[in-house]
């Protein structure tokens, strides 16, 4: 299979997980109206999501020395299909819970294979490249919620329109190999830091990516407009993201990419943040999307790039990284918002931004001394 096949595999995959995650917070609102529940509570969509990437942390290695990428590929994008029904049509509430569960035991198998099978010198750059394009799918996902809960039909049976492309996906044979494996790697206690250290990176990355994908049309709502109308100006920021990925990591001189793109998502959250008129709001959601687009793939590049564990082991740590911080970030901007303001609860992101700036500026790049050829 070639290097260009597996990448639009990838790509598919990563789409229909980008347009189910870009729906989630749409669908907590819309969840909450339908099942009558408080939107607190619906808000552990996200949660159930993480637990996936943390159990698919613990779990994936072992899965891929018994399988080959293609077979995990071809699971993973089954199960995130069953989530994504089950989302759409759940009737009650333990249903709604079950369906985030297996979106993200899905997701994750499918987060877990991206670094793995795009892996190499230019892998943040094609990270960046399958990302944009997922970033471009989750566009659709506010905009057709919005359009069909418009219409008087729930919003959320339009996470029905990931189920084809998964299923597809899960009928085409994929690379038949196990992951990479290292025939030499350095081991000792600095390895381990610079380890943890890009660990840390990828939670503070993916944090202030998912309070974003969480809160912004509950924050839109906050500011006035109906349900219907914050589910299509929801789309901003998966359009600031969209733009942002397709661009690609920013280096100017000495400066890492995650400060560039990161300054600039501190622009966007304070005017999501301080100011409240709605078309403010989403502006200040495209200038955040842009910024926070390169943060994930660059980050989750160095840290799979880094010696001492197999690719394997450490793509698995950035899966729960992805998971620990879903888990934390939304819920701590969630309580938060039950002190003060959401508008000002969104301030959250400026400190995690500012601590992933310092961490990048103490992390140096590292390479291997030899991965073995897939």
């Given at each position: 299979?070639?290097?260009?096949?597996?990448?639009?595999?990838?790509?598919?995959?990563?789409?229909?997980?980008?347009y189910l995650l870009a729906g989630?917070?749409?669908?907590?609102?819309?969840?909450?109206?339908?099942?009558?529940?408080?939107?607190?509570?619906?808000?552990?969509?996200?949660?159930?999501?993480?637990?996936?990437?943390?159990?698919?942390?613990?779990?994936?290695?072992?899965?891929?020395?018994?399988?080959?990428?293609?077979?995990?590929?071809?699971?993973?994008?089954?199960?995130?299909?069953?989530?994504?029904?089950?989302?759409?049509?759940?009737?009650?509430?333990?249903?709604?819970?079950?369906?985030?569960?297996?979106?993200?035991?899905?997701?994750?198998?499918?987060?877990?294979?991206?670094?793995?099978?795009?892996?190499?010198?230019?892998?943040?750059?094609?990270?960046?490249?399958?990302?944009?394009?997922?970033?471009?799918?989750?566009?659709?996902?506010?905009?057709?919620?919005?359009?069909?809960?418009?219409?008087?039909?729930?919003?959320?049976?339009?996470?029905?329109?990931?189920?084809?492309?998964?299923?597809?996906?899960?009928?085409?044979?994929?690379?038949?190999?196990?992951?990479?494996?290292?025939s030499e790697a350095p081991t000792?206690?600095?390895?381990?830091?610079?380890?943890?250290?890009?660990?840390?990176?990828?939670?503070?990355?993916?944090?202030?990516?998912?309070?974003?994908?969480?809160?912004?049309?509950?924050?839109?709502?906050?500011?006035?407009?109906?349900?219907?109308?914050?589910?299509?100006?929801?789309?901003?920021?998966?359009?600031?993201?969209?733009?942002?990925?397709?661009?690609?990591?920013?280096?100017?001189?000495?400066?890492?990419?995650?400060?560039?793109?990161?300054?600039?998502?501190?622009?966007?959250?304070?005017?999501?943040?301080?100011?409240?008129?709605?078309?403010?709001?989403?502006?200040?959601?495209?200038?955040?999307?842009?910024?926070?687009?390169?943060?994930?793939?660059?980050?989750?590049?160095?840290?799979?790039?880094?010696?001492?564990?197999?690719?394997?082991?450490?793509?698995?740590?950035?899966?729960?990284?992805?998971?620990?911080?879903?888990?934390?970030?939304?819920?701590?901007?969630?309580?938060?918002?039950?002190?003060?303001?959401?508008?000002?609860?969104?301030?959250?992101?400026?400190?995690?931004?500012?601590?992933?700036?310092?961490?990048?500026?103490?992390?140096?790049?590292?390479?291997?001394?030899?991965?073995?050829?897939?």
């Amino acid at each position: 299979m070639t290097a260009r096949s597996e990448e639009l595999q990838i790509g598919i995959s990563l789409s229909s997980l980008g347009y189910l995650l870009a729906g989630l917070g749409a669908c907590v609102a819309i969840l909450a109206r339908d099942l009558h529940e408080p939107t607190g509570r619906l808000a552990l969509l996200s949660s159930a999501f993480a637990v996936g990437l943390v159990i698919v942390a613990a779990v994936g290695p072992r899965l891929l020395r018994a399988w080959s990428i293609g077979v995990v590929l071809r699971a993973g994008s089954v199960i995130c299909a069953v989530g994504a029904a089950l989302l759409a049509l759940a009737p009650v509430y333990a249903v709604v819970v079950v369906g985030g569960l297996c979106i993200g035991l899905g997701g994750a198998l499918l987060v877990l294979l991206a670094p793995l099978m795009l892996h190499g010198p230019t892998a943040a750059a094609r990270l960046s490249r399958v990302n944009a394009v997922s970033s471009a799918a989750g566009i659709l996902a506010p905009l057709t919620i919005g359009l069909i809960d418009a219409l008087g039909i729930t919003g959320r049976v339009a996470m029905l329109v990931a189920v084809p492309p998964l299923l597809i996906l899960a009928t085409v044979k994929g690379p038949d190999v196990v992951p990479p494996v290292l025939s030499e790697a350095p081991t000792g206690h600095a390895v381990g830091r610079t380890v943890a250290l890009g660990w840390l990176r990828v939670v503070l990355a993916v944090g202030v990516e998912f309070c974003f994908v969480v809160w912004a049309v509950a924050r839109l709502v906050d500011s006035g407009l109906t349900l219907a109308v914050a589910a299509l100006l929801g789309s901003s920021f998966p359009i600031g993201m969209a733009v942002g990925r397709a661009i690609g990591p920013v280096h100017w001189r000495s400066v890492p990419p995650v400060v560039i793109g990161g300054s600039l998502a501190i622009i966007g959250t304070l005017f999501v943040s301080l100011l409240n008129a709605p078309a403010l709001i989403a502006l200040g959601l495209i200038i955040a999307g842009i910024g926070v687009a390169p943060l994930y793939p660059v980050t989750l590049a160095a840290l799979v790039a880094m010696p001492g564990l197999s690719p394997t082991r450490l793509a698995a740590l950035g899966a729960l990284a992805s998971g620990t911080a879903i888990l934390i970030t939304p819920a701590a901007l969630a309580g938060l918002a039950r002190l003060v303001d959401l508008r000002l609860a969104y301030l959250i992101t400026i400190p995690l931004l500012l601590i992933l700036f310092a961490l990048s500026r103490s992390v140096r790049p590292v390479v291997r001394t030899s991965v073995a050829s897939r």
